[in-house]
Nanobody
Framework: QLQASGGGLVQVGDSLRVSCAASGLTFRSYTLAWFRQVPGKEREFVAV????????AYSDSVKGRFAISRDDAKNTVNLQMNNLKPEDTAVYYC???????????????????WGQGTQVTVSS
């Protein structure tokens, strides 16, 4: 019940926003995250926003460039990506789970629901 969108081909330094729409979830209480994956590598944590007005967190590789936000009224979570680099090229996945303990926020195994992924390609 997660549908990601907004990926595309951009140039180095450009900005792009990917979004994820959810259905069938009590959205406000869910922890929502973005992960990314390139072929041959494990899925990598990018950002997370905890439910019920909880905190956000980012991987070191995107901190200061990416911003995660959620609109609980519209059941969407967004990832604003600025100053994109070639190493940001990946398939981006949104994920959701009702309850994720603090120590597991960056672990993909902690999330029960996944979107289908959207490709982001940053060209140099």
């Amino acid at each position: 019940q997660l549908q990601a969108s907004g990926g595309g081909l951009v140039q180095v330094g450009d900005s792009l926003r990917v979004s994820c729409a959810a259905s069938g979830l009590t959205f406000r209480s869910y922890t929502l995250a973005w992960f990314r994956q390139v072929p041959g590598k494990e899925r990598e944590f990018v950002a997370v926003t905890r439910g019920n007005g909880g905190s956000v967190a980012y991987s070191d590789s995107v901190k200061g460039r990416f911003a995660i936000s959620r609109d609980d009224a519209k059941n969407t979570v967004n990832l604003q990506m600025n100053n994109l680099k070639p190493e940001d090229t990946a398939v981006y996945y949104c994920a959701a789970s009702r309850s994720v303990i603090l120590s597991s926020l960056a672990r993909d195994q902690a999330y029960a629901y996944w979107g289908q992924g959207t490709q982001v390609t940053v060209s140099s």
